[in-house]
Structures are given as C-alpha cells and as structure tokens.
C-alpha cells in the first residue's frame, strides 16, 4: 500500500454521546473533522492532515453502539516511505494464540507500551472482543494482532471502557484508569471484520493504486 491508511476507534472520530460541559453531541464528527497525526509528536515537525473515510458510527443509529466503534482515516501522504502488509484474520476472530497490543497511555505520551503476553478471555457474536491486554485511558484504537508461530495477524481494534454491562461481572472486570490487575483488568475491542473489514479491505485497495500511480 500507500503507508497511508489509519485505523482506530468509532469514537476517536465520532462523539458517542452528548455531554454538555465539553461540548460533546452525540453523532457529531470531533474537530469539525480536522484531524492530525503524527509517527513521534515528541521530535517535533509538522503534522499530517488526515480524513475520516468510514466509520461504523456515521450511521445515526449505530453510534454508541460497540459492534460499530471503529474508524478508517486516510492520510495526506505516507506516513513511511514503506510499509509491511499484515494479514487481517476477518472472520476468523478465534485467536487461540497470546495476543500482541502496542500503545501509549495519557499520562505518558512519549512512553510507547507492548503487551505481549495476553489473550482473548470472551467472544460476542457481535464481534466484541473480551481480552486482558494492558490499557488505560489513551489505548482506545490501539490494534490487537494474533500472534502464531512469529507472525501477526491483525484480530482487533481496542476501545476499553466498560460501555456494556452485558460484556462483564462489574465484581471482576476493572474500569479503564485503574492500577492493571490481570484478575480484575478487562478490556474491549472489536473485531476487524464483516463492515469494518470490507471498508478497510477497499481503502487498503485504494492505497495500493495510490502507490501505483506515484510509481
């Protein structure tokens, strides 16, 4: 591809609900849709520009809902000049294997963070994903990627926060900010597949064309 497709949760894009005193309205896309990104905000330098392709929240009626809490951004360039193609599992989201998810957390922006020895606890029919993988607040659209023999293969989008009692005992799973316990610690992510995977399969597509083009 074009190194220059990103992908993270519904609600990293959309506003889930409505909150008064941040100006939050539920279904209404964050920053007038001005997003940024940036490989190591650290080290300074511009920033890319990048826009929201799809999302399963841009549906009215779909917004808050966890099955649709995902997002595919485009950038205004590469973000690499390459990049590694990783297999998507699809519907295959039944990773026996120990999990691998990477991210950072609020209050250690310049700190990147792997869990590499977790797993999927539950699966929904829904697509949600119950695992134990290390997340605070700053981990929603952190990928999960199913590890098999030294390969990885990308399972998930996390989103954490506990935003359906059915998914857990509120006695055992912990809240998302709480000091990690891997007897009290769940998380929530959704599954890269049906809507989400055909989106990301055809902006995938889109990228390789780009690529093409410039070459």
């Known amino acids: 591809g074009n190194c220059d497709v990103v992908i993270s949760a519904g609600h990293a894009a959309i506003y889930w609900q409505s909150i ?28 890319q520009t990048m826009r929201l392709v799809a999302s399963g929240y841009e ?11 995902w997002s595919i951004f485009r950038l205004s360039g590469p973000a690499l000049p390459d990049c590694e193609i990783i297999s998507v599992m699809g519907a295959r989201h039944d990773c026996k294997n120990e999990l691998l998810m990477p991210g950072f957390h609020f209050d250690k922006l310049n700190t990147k963070l792997i869990d590499q020895s977790c797993k999927v606890k539950q699966r929904t029919d829904s697509g949600i994903i119950v695992h134990d993988c290390d997340s605070k607040d700053g981990s929603s659209g952190a990928p999960l990627f199913c590890q098999d023999d030294g390969k990885l293969s990308l399972l998930a989008i996390n989103i954490s926060g506990l935003t359906n009692r059915d998914y857990f005992d509120a006695g055992v799973y912990g809240k998302s900010g709480q000091a990690f316990s ?13 809507e989400f995977y055909q989106a990301l399969i ?11 083009l410039k070459e």
């Open 59 to 69: 549906q009215a009626e779909n917004v808050g809902k966890d099955e649709y809490d």
């Open 182 to 194: 891997d007897r009290r610690h769940k998380n929530f992510a959704v599954s890269v597949s049906g």
């Open 20 to 47: 008064a005193r941040k100006g939050w309205r539920k279904g209404e896309t964050r920053g007038q849709g001005r997003f940024r990104f940036h490989l190591e905000p650290a080290a300074g330098g511009e920033w």
């Open 202 to 212: 055809e902006e995938m597509k889109a990228s390789a064309e780009r690529r093409f």
